[in-house]
């Protein structure tokens, strides 16, 4: 007889294969239809808020693989909150203004100068809205939720009314001054760049050591004496107006060939060593302390001028010779004690680099190519002691990847000094994932300064400032009040197209303006201003958000960049931070470690990974990302974590195609009656479902990953599912025996669905739908299991019992390969227990614990082999095979020839 059909096998439309990439989108088109995210909305509302505020990214090119980690973890963090019981609205958001979208257009054949400034601003909305549309269609496409329809723009008119009223804050407590100060600015985007706008790579550079000659030396140095500078930047000579010393170093007098030379005292030997002179030519004919040069007049070698020297604490024996080359228009510290001895701030050279009339002879050179043209006209004028060239870090434009260079314009600054002490308290009550992350950003702060706010551009919020006739300044919060009201009902394009005038309030008057004339400022804001404000323009001004966010999150950059300026402008206006918590991912980098690269080959395209694998898979490389360090992907990575992605499917389709008879409602079986080996599974879950959420309280996406295949493979696969088989298909239907095991199956199979639904949230789903008995519309609107209490007790006896199995394991495998036994129900098993155990302590039967078909525990072993402490022996069962369970059995009726069966078997199929 064929006993096929007698036996209980999993039945189940759950498909091996997972279909993503025709699925996942048929899926989301479902749950926009449904209306989803609004339904999992209303579903907490009401409940305690959590508010993760999505930093902006750019609104200009395609998305890549570090836009799919950040979103994908903020919607992680999102679905985990959302299924604990947290309203948690999430507006994504994108930072639309600055030069890259003006290049773009540019680089699209757009003439701005053809056009006003309002045309082309027009332009610009028109060019970002295009790109914002792209890259939402493809963070929709990953699977991540959000208001996809209302997200916040930073062009948008309430947003910049909400960003002009954060400065005019700022304004009312005195932080916002003018002045010519060095900033760091692009010859190539025209423009003035913030710190977090640099990146530093090598440049080669020249590298000279430059004679002054001593024109007064105040009684303490001759004149005609060669006061010796080093410098790296030849082509800001002709700003210098002074040489900075050490008060407190000891400087030697030296003549060499005749002539008088002064450097540093600890620098003598190198300074000789570099410029290639003889030590033994060398005399030492005087000794002073930096602090007795002060006042002394050096003739400049190139112009009609003098240089004066100076003292300046930031002096070092580092490098170079200790009398240090200052040009207040070029450096900060140049500037701030240029400022203390009266230089003058000269910077004769204009947006493009190029050298004005003020730079003489150099008038038209651009800088760079005027630093080879200067070091001619020194060695002809007998300045110049030595030439060398060196490789070193310098800051580059972020944007264009040009050197950038320090110049001093006239440009609007927030003074970050008066806040500096309220911002780091404010830090102090921020929390950090990792502690060191915030003496990071602590040290940050300490270091900045004044940030300068203007930029030299068109595309952005103008400042909101005006000018009366006579060059007065007009600052005036009631003013900047009123742009911002014109700004909400009309868009900053009525700057550029009303007059200054018609800007003002009616009527408005001023000192400086008899004639009742004004002009208005034409720079706009630094975009880290526009993205530092939404804690303003979004969490503040949306009502169903608050301010301050539960936590902000993105890369590792942004401790320079958002998170940074948000901080200053929401302590600068509101006296808070905008965030509770901080946390940070790092970069992406090639399986090799290697950034990405077009010319490398060695990019991953986040798209191309979803229309050949799935979101679901792109996902799972997320969770097993250990986020906060940089991260790595390749093909074959992703590869990897596919073939992860079909066990867990896998595994989940023998869950469900062994559930598809079971009613949790009728069938289920209460946990004191369990069998014994089902309450340790049901222990074991409740543990990993326990640390699970932790896990995911703690953003540690990577031990779930971890620990999710150490229970599907080892401890449900490997185990338990294994184990199931024998009682799930030969069993009665409703024996007790089954039903345990099934009571269990259904709890790790519906509550590991939703453990796993903020990930694979279309798989989770998936599975749902296929789950029997359930009574939501989507897994995502269901809420996480909670945590439960672990019987230690019984998972420390049943790990006793586990060891040995292990054991058991073993002495079957040696036995299979010395061809004792084929498979595992082969076999017959006699064990001697390690010394104090009289049996495994558990409640089970051992032939089923170790899937063999005869086992026994017996006091002595002498033909037997111990495998760690256990004395085993494997023979071939004893018996005939039964042809329905496949065990091997000394039944009589089966023995005799009488029937095929076993007698348990028998009473199943007579049952039928």
């Known amino acids: 007889m064929d006993y096929k059909d007698t036996l209980l096998m999993p039945k189940t439309a759950f498909k091996m294969r997972g279909g993503l990439t025709t699925k996942e989108p048929e899926m989301q088109k479902r749950w926009a239809e449904m209306n989803l995210y609004n339904k999992k909305l209303e579903l907490n509302e009401g409940n305690t808020p959590y508010v993760l505020h999505d930093g902006p990214p750019y609104a200009n090119g395609a998305l890549h693989v570090g836009h799919a980690l950040n979103k994908i973890i903020k919607d992680f963090i999102n679905r985990n909150k959302q299924m604990r019981g947290f309203y948690t609205p999430y507006v994504p958001g994108w930072d639309t203004h600055g030069l890259p979208i003006e290049q773009a257009l540019t680089n699209k054949g757009v003439d701005r100068n053809k056009m006003t400034v309002a045309e082309f601003r027009d332009k610009c909305i028109e060019f970002a809205n295009s790109q914002i ?341 007009i600052v005036d919060v009631e003013v900047i009040d009123h742009v911002a009201n014109l700004f909400e009902e009309h868009g900053s394009n009525i700057w550029f197209s009303k007059s200054a005038k018609e800007l003002l309030p009616e009527g408005y008057t001023h000192p400086g303006s008899p004639n009742g004339e004004f002009t208005k400022e034409m720079d706009i804001m630094d975009v880290w201003f526009d993205s530092g404000s939404t804690h303003r323009g979004v969490l503040d001004y949306r009502d169903y958000l608050t301010y301050p966010a539960d936590l902000y999150f993105e890369g590792s950059d942004q401790y320079r960049g958002w998170f940074n300026s948000s901080l200053i402008t929401s302590v600068a206006s509101r006296g808070v931070s905008p965030y509770k918590e901080l946390l940070s991912h790092g970069f992406v980098m090639d399986g090799e470690g290697r950034k990405m690269s077009k010319s490398i080959g060695n990019v991953i395209d986040p798209n191309k990974v979803m229309q050949q694998m799935g979101a679901d898979i792109l996902r799972l490389w997320v969770m097993s990302s250990d986020f906060q360090e940089d991260v790595r992907v390749s093909d074959d990575i992703l590869k990897q974590v596919s073939e992860v992605y079909r066990k867990i499917r896998n595994t989940f389709r023998f869950l469900l195609g062994n559930v598809n008879d079971f009613d949790p409602k009728t069938d289920a079986i209460s946990y004191d009656n369990l069998e014994d080996v089902d309450k340790y599974m049901y222990n074991v879950f409740t543990k990993f479902t326990n640390e699970t959420l932790d896990r995911y309280d703690a953003y540690d996406y990577l031990s779930i990953y971890q620990a999710l295949q150490n229970f599907i493979n080892v401890d449900l696969s490997n185990f338990y599912l294994d184990y199931g088989k024998d009682i799930l298909y030969i069993e009665k239907q409703d024996s007790h025996i089954r039903r345990s095991l099934q009571t269990v199956l259904y709890k790790v199979l519906t509550d590991l669905t939703k453990l796993l639904a903020p990930v694979l949230v279309h798989t989770a789903e998936d599975i749902y739908d296929h789950t029997p008995h359930t009574d939501k519309e989507s897994v995502h609107l269901t809420y996480m299991p909670e945590k439960g209490e672990v019987d230690t007790e019984l998972l420390k006896k049943w790990e006793t019992a586990m060891n040995v199995r292990d054991d058991v394991y073993k002495a079957l495998e040696v036995a299979r390969s010395e061809k004792v036994i084929g498979k595992s129900l082969d076999a017959k098993v006699s064990l001697v227990l390690p010394e104090g155990m009289t049996d495994l302590g558990v409640d089970t039967k051992l032939n089923q614990l170790f899937i063999v078909s005869q086992a026994e525990i017996v006091d002595e072993l002498t033909d037997g082999e111990t495998y760690g402490k256990t004395t085993i022996k494997v023979e071939h069962a004893d018996g005939e095979k039964c042809n329905r369970c496949w065990n091997y059995v000394t039944d009589k009726n089966l023995v005799s020839g009488n029937d095929d069966v076993c007698d348990r078997c028998r009473d199943v199929v007579d049952s039928m």
């Open 133 to 473: 549309d792209i890259q939402r269609d493809g963070f929709k496409r990953m699977g991540v939720d959000g208001i996809w329809d209302d997200p916040y723009l930073t062009y948008k008119p309430e947003f910049e009314a909400q960003q002009v009223r954060v400065l005019r804050d700022m304004v009312a407590k005195d932080l916002i001054y003018r002045g010519k100060k060095p900033v760091y600015w692009s010859p190539v985007s025209e423009s003035s760049l913030a710190e977090a706008e640099l990146e530093y790579k090598d440049k080669r550079s020249p590298s000279i050591f430059v004679s002054f000659k001593v024109m007064d030396g105040k009684g303490v140095l001759d004149n005609d004496v060669k006061l010796v500078i080093w410098t790296t930047t030849p082509w800001t000579l002709p700003a210098n107006e002074g040489i900075a010393v050490h008060p407190d170093l000891n400087y030697v007098q030296f003549n060499y060939d005749g002539s008088e030379y002064v450097i540093v005292e600890d620098l003598l030997d190198s300074f000789l060593e570099s410029v290639e002179w003889d030590k033994d030519k060398v005399t030492r004919t005087k000794e002073v302390k930096g602090s007795e040069l002060e006042y002394i007049k050096a003739q400049h070698p190139l112009f009609d001028k003098t240089s004066l020297v100076i003292l300046g604490d930031y002096v070092t024996t580092d490098a170079g010779t200790g009398l240090v080359h200052t040009a207040p228009g070029h450096g900060d510290d140049d500037y701030i004690i240029g400022r203390k001895y009266g230089l003058e701030i000269l910077s004769p050279v204009d947006d493009k680099g190029v050298f004005t009339s003020e730079a003489g002879k150099y008038e038209g050179l651009f800088y760079d190519d005027a630093n080879k043209v200067i070091t001619d006209d020194l060695n002809e004028a007998g300045a110049l002691i030595k030439l060398n060239f060196y490789d070193h870090s310098y800051p580059h434009d972020w944007r264009t990847k040009t050197p950038v260079i320090f110049r001093a314009t006239p440009q609007w600054f927030a003074s970050i000094d008066k806040v500096r002490e309220e911002i780091i308290e404010a830090l102090d009550g921020t929390k950090f994932q990792v502690e060191w992350n915030r003496e990071r950003m602590t040290n940050m702060i300490k270091n900045r300064g004044d940030w300068v706010i203007s930029r030299h551009r068109v595309w952005g919020v103008p400042l909101p400032f005006f000018y009366a006739e006579n060059g007065e300044e």
